[in-house]
T-cell receptor, first 112, second 111 residues
């Protein structure tokens, strides 16, 4: 059962463009939504995270938009750079933060 | 030195062989996890442990076993490897607030 659905599976964006990755969840008990970034040959690393009491969180060129009523959240990468080329995973946790449920991942390629 | 260290980085084995993947951490975290990554399927939880005496199955534990030898060490075993266990395996630790710290992974190929 896929509790967090992520799209698209892959994405190609021109340098300077906006990359958008979308996720949807089903479990209303989720209350923490992180995004992880994974470079080839490396493990995922936390990029940015949001709690459902806010609709947006921005850190540099990375922004999470959160729509609680629609049970959707998205990652926006502004002014995308070739160094942003990586696989991105959305995730969700519920109270106690014991287990993380991951989306299926999006492979982003930013071309010059 | 890496906070979460996995050995080996790469392993090729044959069907039916028993293998062990090892993980050690210097984060001082109680919570440790084993994940499997497959293209198009994302990261799936195999086993997790919240302390030395606590072991829990994840969503895909069949064919795997684990051992928590100490707070810092958590190993994953495949008792009799099969080709569909070919995957990238990650060990991770977490803070109580849920932030995960991953190792660099073990690429396992079962022939």
């Amino acid at each position: 059962q896929q509790q967090v659905k992520q799209s698209p599976q892959s994405l190609i964006v021109q340098k300077g463009g906006i990359s958008i990755i979308n996720c949807a969840y089903e479990n209303t008990a989720f209350d923490y939504f992180p995004w992880y970034q994974q470079f080839p040959g490396k493990g995922p690393a936390l990029l940015i995270a949001i709690r459902p009491d806010v609709s947006e969180k921005k850190e540099g060129r990375f922004t999470i938009s959160f729509n609680k009523s629609a049970k959707q959240f998205s990652l926006h990468i502004m002014d995308s750079q070739p160094g942003d080329s990586a696989t991105y995973f959305c995730a969700a946790l519920s109270g106690g933060y014991q287990k993380v449920t991951f989306g299926t991942g999006t492979k982003l390629q930013v071309i010059p | 030195d890496a906070d979460v260290t996995q050995t080996p980085r790469n392993r090729i084995t044959k069907t039916g062989k028993r293998i062990m993947l090892e993980c050690s951490q210097t984060k001082g975290h109680d919570r440790m996890y084993w994940y499997r990554q497959d293209p198009g399927l994302g990261l799936r939880l195999i086993y997790y442990s919240f302390d030395v005496k606590d072991i829990n199955k994840g969503e895909i534990s069949d064919g795997y076993s684990v051992s928590r030898q100490a707070q810092a060490k958590f190993s994953l075993s495949l008792e009799s490897a099969i080709p569909n266990q070919t995957a990238l395996y990650f060990c991770a630790t977490s803070e109580p607030q849920g932030k995960l710290f991953f190792g660099s992974g073990t690429q396992l190929s079962v022939l």
